[in-house]
């Protein structure tokens, strides 16, 4: 099993850099910071000062959109969820403060293929906690998943905790 990592990559590269990402973590490796980010790329505000030796940059897992802020995560393993749901790595987004439209503040789902390796996308899986343009009323930090199978998520714009369950279709 590996451990997986959520990361919140740097600002005020524009509204569409540098994605954020969730990896998989092995010892050794390096993501480029602070020189580079998702591979070979240089951060243009280090460029006179990068290594000109240096490890091989690790390209994260599956990229997330630029200023997401990826905070928790957890993988799903109880059996209240559909069966396609479980190991699924579920991740609480807290949401863009300087982006122009902003994204994040939800909780997205990382799905694996059958050999365990990560889809390089994601689906939406808890949203609506933006109301309009920067208003939001939830700002998703924390997921757990209960003894019960069910999906905790905690958010810090209300201070609450939401239990998301399942009870069949159309329930």
């Known amino acids: 099993m590996a451990l997986w990592a959520t990361n919140n990559e740097r600002d005020e590269l524009g509204d569409n850099l540098v994605p954020d990402y969730v990896t998989a973590v092995a010892g050794g490796q390096f993501f480029g910071w602070p020189w580079f980010y998702i591979g070979e790329n240089l951060d243009p505000r280090h460029a006179s000062d990068y290594p000109a030796v240096h490890p091989p940059v690790t390209v994260p897992s599956v990229l997330l959109q630029s200023h997401s802020a990826a905070l928790g995560s957890a993988f799903y393993t109880g059996t209240q969820f559909p069966a396609e749901y479980h190991g699924s790595l579920f991740v609480a987004t807290h949401g863009s403060w300087n982006r122009a439209n902003p994204t994040g503040a ?59 369950s399942y009870t069949g279709i159309g329930s």
Not at 139 to 155: C, F, K, Q, T
Request: hydrophobic fraction near 45%; charge should be negative; glycine fraction near 12%.
């Open 106 to 164: 939800k909780v997205i789902r990382v799905m694996f293929d059958g050999y365990g390796n990560p889809l390089p996308y994601y689906e939406d899986f808890m949203t609506g906690f933006v109301l309009a343009n920067h208003d939001v009323w939830g700002r998703p930090v924390g997921i757990a998943v209960g003894a019960d199978g069910a999906l905790y998520v905690s958010e810090d714009a209300n201070h609450k905790i939401w239990c998301v």
